[in-house]
């Protein structure tokens, strides 16, 4: 069985300052590794994800993470915030043969002004 | 594509009534997902259907809900008698494969009185 820790529920950070936003999982098998964003009011949407190959992944407006297999994590990271970043992160893991995303329970950005 | 379609948007209803949430997935996709998000529970996977087959519904919570998939592009999620804790954001998602993106429709509010 998979399942995915985000430890912050809540993290404030200052426009233009850079932010991470920490995931870390745990699983039997190999894995895949998602991050989705979900602004208020609206479904969530794909910002990157981790199949294979480069444990650096680049997605959607400038944010990366990183797959780190022996710390087990896949931090977000964001070199320079905006206002419009606010919004709730979550990390998703989907054990390699399986079928369930298992997401974490969520972190919520506030970039403040 | 207009994306995942999701109705109603809002849906308000007494304890003890029925209720039925409705989706259309993006077409050509062959997997469709049902998600309840809750603040105390988070996003959990209710049931997924895989080309109109149920898989895997070991997440619906209880006999009270149910869900059905009659074609490519259309599914259903019932509640049936719905009670105050079924209150949620229940969240209709699609995608090509199991590890490609899954795309979330805009989702369903329920409210039980």
């Known amino acids: 069985a998979q399942s995915v820790t985000q430890l912050d529920s809540q993290v404030p950070v200052f426009e233009e300052a850079p932010v991470e936003l920490r995931c870390n999982y745990s699983?039997?098998?190999?894995?895949?590794l998602f991050w989705y964003v979900q602004y208020p009011n609206q479904g969530l949407q794909l910002l990157l994800k981790?199949?294979?190959?480069?444990?650096l992944v680049k997605g959607i407006n400038g944010f990366e993470a990183e797959f780190n297999k022996s710390q087990t994590s896949f931090h977000l990271r964001k070199p320079s915030v905006h206002i419009s970043d606010t919004a709730e992160y979550f990390c998703?893991?989907?054990?390699?043969?399986?079928?369930?995303?298992?997401f974490g329970t969520g972190t919520r950005l506030k970039v403040l002004a | 594509d207009a994306g995942v379609i999701q109705s109603p948007r809002h849906e308000v209803t007494e304890m003890g009534q029925e209720v039925t949430l409705r989706c259309k997935p993006i077409?050509?996709?062959?997997?469709l997902f049902w998600y309840r998000q809750t603040m105390m529970r988070g996003l959990e996977l209710l049931i997924y259907?895989?080309?109109?087959?149920?898989?895997?519904d070991s997440g619906m919570p209880e006999d009270r809900f149910s869900a059905k998939m009659p074609n490519a592009s259309f599914s259903t999620l019932k509640i049936q008698p719905s009670e105050p804790r079924d209150s949620a954001v229940y969240f209709c998602?699609?995608?090509?494969?199991?590890?490609?993106?899954?795309?979330f429709g805009p989702g369903t509010r329920l409210t039980v009185l």
């Open positions: 259907f895989n080309n109109n087959v149920p898989i895997d």
């Open positions: 077409s050509g996709h062959d997997y």
């Open positions: 998602a699609s995608s090509e494969t199991t590890t490609d993106t899954q795309y």
């Open positions: 981790y199949l294979s190959g480069s444990t």
């Open positions: 998703a893991v989907l054990g390699a043969g399986t079928y369930k995303y298992i």
């Open positions: 699983s039997s098998v190999s894995v895949y």
